[in-house]
């Protein structure tokens, strides 16, 4: 009976372990399960709690009533989105400098979902470059395609090649020494909070001209940079429409985490290559992709999204945006007073520490817990360069962000 079962696929199985946050997930729950008294703090996941703002709840409540009516009923609506809300997702662009146009954006349920499928649109034996630490759904879904070989003792998969990204180098990574085809970048940076100068970002587009490489850039978190000057969208950059895939998404930034919607904008001139050397229009390839594999973000979610982009919306959006942001604030400086050294937190939702010196990540998670009962993420989780460093989230209740704080302070003072 055995030899008639259908075979795996075996790149699974070179997956080092359960994604990350599942994991955090079981050790939670055991900590709780033996301590029923503790509160536990949640900031590990980058999950939202602020409700969706009111002009876009009235939005969605808008287009559920046009589907329960007979004249403004729809059915499947365009796999690339409505294009009332890629004409408003257009005009976002060009607020900020960046050309692009309704039909170079495709809308969708998640980035994390555009991020893992886009790589299908490439061929297997492409050399993929991505940073360390990495937000891991980058590695995973590459090990799965079969692009890689099987991980070292630190974590690191065979044929990959790792960008150190750490404050040794302004946690901005170096060009890579030779040839890479993808090059997986994000900024602001899940998970250390860092921005890339636009100084970076031209370098790496020239490399990527230069070498014919595609930068797939994830700019899910754009909508918290506060800095005047820094760059929102790639294609802020000169000639990187030639050489760029951008993925953004309204998750954290309009609090769609439960709602699902994001959109991924691949310029037309963009191109790759067949097996005979010829160039193909890599827009054409995922739109095939698209319809074939997904049948469209809802109506009345799209009617919300394009209120995101609306004037009352954006208004609103923003107001949460600088909640989580004062949260990030009192993070970053409550533990800099206990003596940690901190990043990010100022373009960015999430805090990126030093773990107390001959502790590894994991150790200051269960210290975290135990003694502060907090929630933290380990750096380890997102890659080898991660060692060391841990991720607290500023999504969160401003009351639990301030006990939080507080309880790292009295609790888990730096120790050298």
């Not at 372990?17 to 503790?38: C, S, T």
């Not at 954006?314 to 400086?333: G, H, K, P």
């Not at 990126?352 to 502060?372: C, H, I, K, Y």
Request: aromatic letters at 10%; one cysteine or more.
């Amino acid at each position: 009976m055995v030899g008639r079962m259908p075979r795996i696929n075996t790149h699974y199985q070179k997956l080092r372990a359960g994604y990350l946050f599942p994991e955090i997930g079981k050790r939670v729950r055991a900590f709780a399960a033996a301590h029923p008294d503790a509160r536990i703090i949640p900031l590990g996941i980058g999950d939202v709690v602020l409700p969706l703002p009111v002009p876009i709840v009235d939005a969605l409540k808008a287009g559920a009533e046009e589907m329960g009516k007979r004249e403004t009923f729809r059915g499947y609506g365009p796999e690339q989105g409505y294009d009332f809300l890629r004409e408003a997702i257009a005009a976002s662009y060009r607020e900020q400098g960046a050309q692009v146009a309704l039909d170079d954006i495709f809308v969708s349920d998640g980035s994390k979902c555009d991020t893992a499928n886009i790589q299908e649109i490439f061929a297997l034996d492409n050399v993929i470059a991505l940073t360390d630490p990495v937000y891991p759904v980058y590695v995973d879904t590459n090990v799965m395609a079969g692009r890689t070989g099987e991980a070292d003792d630190s974590g690191r998969y065979g044929k990959l090649v790792y960008l150190p990204t750490t404050a040794e180098n302004g946690f901005e990574p170096t060009l890579p020494a030779g040839h890479v085809d993808i090059i997986y970048l994000c900024s602001p940076n899940n998970p250390t909070g860092a921005v890339m100068s636009r100084a970076a970002l031209e370098r790496w587009v020239a490399y990527a001209r230069k070498e014919a490489a595609v930068i797939l850039f994830d700019a899910a978190y754009e909508a918290f940079i506060r800095e005047p000057g820094l760059v929102h969208s790639i294609f802020q950059i000169p000639g990187s429409r030639d050489v760029a895939i951008e993925f953004r998404s309204l998750s954290k930034s309009a609090g769609f985490t439960g709602t699902r919607c994001a959109f991924t904008v691949i310029p037309k001139e963009l191109c790759g290559r067949d097996a005979g050397g010829g160039p193909v229009s890599l827009h054409s390839l995922w739109n095939r992709r698209h319809t074939t594999k997904f049948n469209g973000t809802s109506y009345p979610v799209q009617k919300a999204a394009a209120a995101a982009f609306g004037p009352e919306g954006r208004r609103a959006v923003q107001a949460n945006i600088d909640y989580y942001m004062e949260n990030a604030r009192l993070i970053r400086e409550g533990l800099s007073s206990a003596g940690y050294r901190v990043y990010g937190g100022q373009n960015a939702p999430y805090i990126w520490l030093r773990v107390p010196g001959g502790m590894t990540s994991w150790d200051f998670f269960d210290r975290l817990l135990a003694e502060a009962n907090v929630v933290g993420t380990p750096g380890s989780g997102f890659g080898s360069c991660g060692e060391g460093y841990f991720r607290l989230s500023a999504f969160g209740w401003r009351e639990n962000v301030e006990a939080a704080v507080e309880r790292i302070r009295t609790n888990c003072r730096w120790e050298p």
